[in-house]
């Protein structure tokens, strides 16, 4: 088969949205007290490392490749490590649909900064993709229970979910939100000013590059050039309100506008239209921004008063800006044809309906499953770092590394090229860490 | 023999290297250090959460001195680093038994 501009234009873009999981690596690394960004940003690197390779042996199989079982999930071996698959042009939109899965987990390990387990969190990814993303996608996009003709989209009517604000936003905060509150607060949370970010032009490189790459995730699937064209437009307008709606409730709140504020409304825009893109007008997504922006906004501030340590605000941006892109399509919703539409465009309330209905079997099905691997994996091996191993800093007790080096401290001691034994680290970090 | 030592604001380094030596001192000994008095700290906001930083950087100046010179290098340090605002910081004077210049051997006022 030729190589067509459709075929093109998914594989760019699916290495835009590749590009996003490192940016992520950036945007929360930066977030983070200087002791603990590389675990931060290897957190996101080992979940592309991880997916990539379970979403070729069998996540894509799961996902809606493989055979149906009962609208749940896709037969994992259908499509086993993608090998009935040589030969088609399947590979292209298999390839795209992987770089979803990874980004999506990678969101998650900002609920857990500073203090989680690199092994628990890499034992988290492959179970977590398998039992909650996959599936999930499936219902949405494989043509399972939320689907046209699946078991609740045909009694609620098919949700709208262009690109992932169910599967993608709402899935990732909700899991945020159930790992913070099994792994619990880091210490001194909410009273040690050491936990402010370490480095805010970290985070707006990686917002930077995330809004970049987010043109290939909203836009990759695009069915028409009318359609890419509207994907664009409300990829950059829904954003750029709302930073200026996060900024400008700082402004009036805290008194001054933040650099931090700004990235961090522009990745609320992006959650708020990521499930909205093909649906909306340009005014319609430059409202939703707006208002995206400033829930957002408001809504970070709530970790402190009800106590769950979402370290990163995931929960805040993706889960609150994913609820409002998604039900706001209820609302704001483009007729098709004439056809359908939300409640301001004369389509009644069936389209806020299949909307309120797909969000609440999200919420519902993620929370009880992370619950249940994050539990496991808790109650067995531990989640959590120790207490002292927090203190020192997880950079140096789960990697033997340290992010920067002036030279001011620690400037005497010895090099070893190639130690005699293996494992010898252990002794200068990591169980003199745990002692 | 005096240790002065003065923890100064750090922009007022040069000012205060300058004056000591144009009033004739030969050498001196900088650090960083951090800390705080009346002005106490700063407060930054992240996403609405205010964070008060209270240890402010500072730079600790320290000249080896003989006892004849030590009450003017106190007024040179406390005229040029002064600026008027909570945060200049202090000067004090403390007595020193012993020096001795590595290089030579030699000890006392004359190793200074």
């Known amino acids: 088969m030729d190589l067509t501009a459709g075929h093109v234009w998914m594989m760019v873009t699916a290495a835009m949205v590749l590009l ?21 940003m290897m957190m996101s690197f080992v979940a592309l490392g991880i997916t990539g ?22 037969n994992p071996f259908t499509q086993f490590g993608m090998e009935a698959m040589l030969d088609t042009e399947d590979l292209i939109g298999a390839g795209f649909g992987a770089t979803f899965a990874i980004i999506t987990v990678a969101l998650i390990s900002g609920a857990i900064a500073d203090r989680a387990k690199f092994g628990a969190w890499s034992i988290f990814v492959p179970v977590w993709v398998t039992l909650v993303y996959a599936p999930l996608a499936f219902w949405v996009w494989g043509g399972g229970l939320l689907s046209a003709d699946g078991a609740i989209g045909s009694w609620a009517g098919e949700a709208i979910d262009f690109a992932g604000g169910t599967v993608v936003h709402i899935n990732a905060g909700v899991a945020a939100l159930v790992l913070a509150l099994i792994i619990g607060q880091r210490k001194g949370f909410g009273r040690d000013p050491g936990q402010r970010p370490h480095n805010i032009p970290f985070v707006m490189l990686g917002a930077a590059l995330l809004w970049f790459g987010w043109f290939g995730f909203n836009g990759g699937a695009a069915g028409s050039a009318e359609e890419a064209g509207l994907i664009w437009v409300n990829t950059l307008a829904a954003p750029s309100a709302a930073m200026l709606g996060w900024v400008v409730t700082e402004r009036i709140r805290d008194g001054r506008p933040t650099s931090l504020g700004a990235a961090s409304g522009v990745v609320a825009g992006l959650v708020a239209i990521t499930p909205a893109c093909a649906n909306v007008s340009p005014i319609g997504a430059i409202g939703l921004g707006i208002v995206s922006g400033i829930l957002s906004a408001l809504a970070v501030g709530l970790k402190y008063k009800w106590g769950y340590d979402d370290s990163l ?14 039900l706001a399509l209820g609302f704001i919703a483009l007729p098709v044809e004439g056809e359908g539409g939300g409640l301001f465009y004369g389509g009644g309330f069936a389209q806020l309906g299949a909307q309120t209905v797909a969000a609440v079997v999200s919420m519902a099905f993620t929370a009880v499953m992370t619950l249940i691997i994050g539990l496991a994996i808790h109650k067995s091996i531990g989640f959590r770092v120790t207490e002292e191993s927090e203190s020192t800093g997880v950079d140096l007790t789960e990697h033997a590394e340290t992010a920067y080096e002036f030279g001011g401290l620690g400037t005497s001691g010895t090099f070893v090229p190639h130690p005699a034994t293996s494992g010898h680290l252990k002794t200068h970090t990591k169980e003199g860490a745990n002692a | 023999m005096k240790l002065v030592t003065a923890i100064v604001r750090p922009d007022k380094l ?5 004056a000591l ?58 005229a040029t680093a002064n ?6 910081g202090k000067v004090w004077v403390t007595a020193v038994e012993e ?3 590595v290089r030579t051997g030699e000890r006392g006022d004359a190793a200074l």
């Open chain 1, 20 to 40: 996003m999981t490192p940016a992520l690596a950036f945007f929360y690394g930066g977030m983070t007290r200087a002791k603990s960004v590389l675990n931060m």
């Open chain 1, 53 to 74: 390779v379970v979403w070729i042996l069998w996540g894509h199989s799961m996902a809606g490749g493989g055979d149906s079982i009962g609208g749940l999930f896709g």
């Open chain 1, 313 to 326: 605000d995931v929960v805040g941006v993706h889960l609150v800006s994913g609820l409002v892109g998604t």
């Open chain 2, 14 to 18: 040069d000012a205060i290297r300058g």
């Open chain 2, 21 to 78: 030596e144009s009033y004739g001192v030969q050498g001196l000994t900088v650090s960083q250090a951090s800390g705080y008095g009346r002005q106490r700290g700063h407060t930054e906001v992240y996403r609405g959460a205010e964070y008060t930083v209270d240890l402010l950087p500072k730079a600790r100046v320290e000249v080896l001195v003989s006892d004849e010179w030590a009450g003017d290098i106190v007024d040179v340090l406390v």
């Open chain 2, 83 to 88: 600026t008027g605002r909570a945060g200049d």
């Open chain 2, 99 to 101: 020096a001795v210049r």
